[in-house]
T-cell receptor, first 115, second 111 residues
């Protein structure tokens, strides 16, 4: 399967701990996106990369959140000093980067639970 | 789209009937729209898309209609099957590359 993959699928942590999630995009896709989804709602944009450059960040992305895509392939999303409000599904998506009809394909997500 | 929290609108449909899911989008500058299907515990799955210069697009058993005048998008599923049971989201893209998602509709297919 050459779709978007995410690891881990589930993470349970205690408040105050740091967590890191990984996303591997579809291999020929040069854009990579992170979204957050809480129960019963649609995904909310967090940030996106064009190759290794982080081009846009939502104001949802507080200074406790950092994302990287060092070689323009996989990406990591780190949350420092986790809070209970960080509990959510973290989704990664990737796209080719074509004008206008740039379909984003999503991975299975990482479900984070902060106790 | 408007968030409805934990209480998603639900469409109950008999197996074999057609389903219509509606979505109101917010930005008149949006130039691209996508419908996603999301099953429990999984990421959103692409169903069909449409550009703003079109008003209808058909796929396999699915049709998307776009009415820019009233900023309305709909997804029609023909001959709904049990495997179509899921939450459906519309998403819009304006300037930039982020998607803005609507609140979602749960479809329950009754055998």
């Amino acid at each position: 399967d050459t779709g978007v993959s995410q690891d881990p699928r589930h993470k349970i942590t205690k408040r105050g701990q740091n967590v890191t999630f990984r996303c591997d995009p579809i291999s020929e896709h040069n854009r990579l996106y992170w979204y957050r989804q809480t129960l019963g709602q649609g995904p909310e944009f967090l940030t996106y990369f064009q190759n290794e450059a982080q081009l846009e960040k939502s104001r949802l992305l507080s200074d406790r959140f950092s994302a990287e895509r060092p070689k323009g392939s996989f990406s990591t999303l780190e949350i420092q000093r986790t809070e209970q409000g960080d509990s959510a599904m973290y989704l990664c998506a990737s796209s080719l980067g074509v004008p206008i009809t740039d379909t984003q394909y999503f991975g299975p997500g990482t479900r984070l639970t902060v106790l | 789209g408007e968030s409805v929290g934990l209480h998603l609108p639900t469409l109950s449909v008999q197996e074999g009937d057609n389903s219509i899911i509606n979505c109101a989008y917010s930005n008149s500058a949006s130039d691209y729209f996508i419908w996603y299907k999301q099953e429990s515990g999984k990421g959103p799955q692409f169903i069909i898309d449409i550009r703003s210069n079109m008003d209808k697009r058909q796929g396999q058993r699915v049709t998307v209609l776009l009415n820019k005048t009233v900023k309305h998008l709909s997804l029609q599923i023909a001959a709904t099957q049990p495997g179509d049971s899921a939450v459906y989201f519309c998403a819009e893209k304006a300037a930039g590359n982020k998607l803005t998602f609507g609140g979602g509709t749960r479809v329950l297919v009754k055998p």
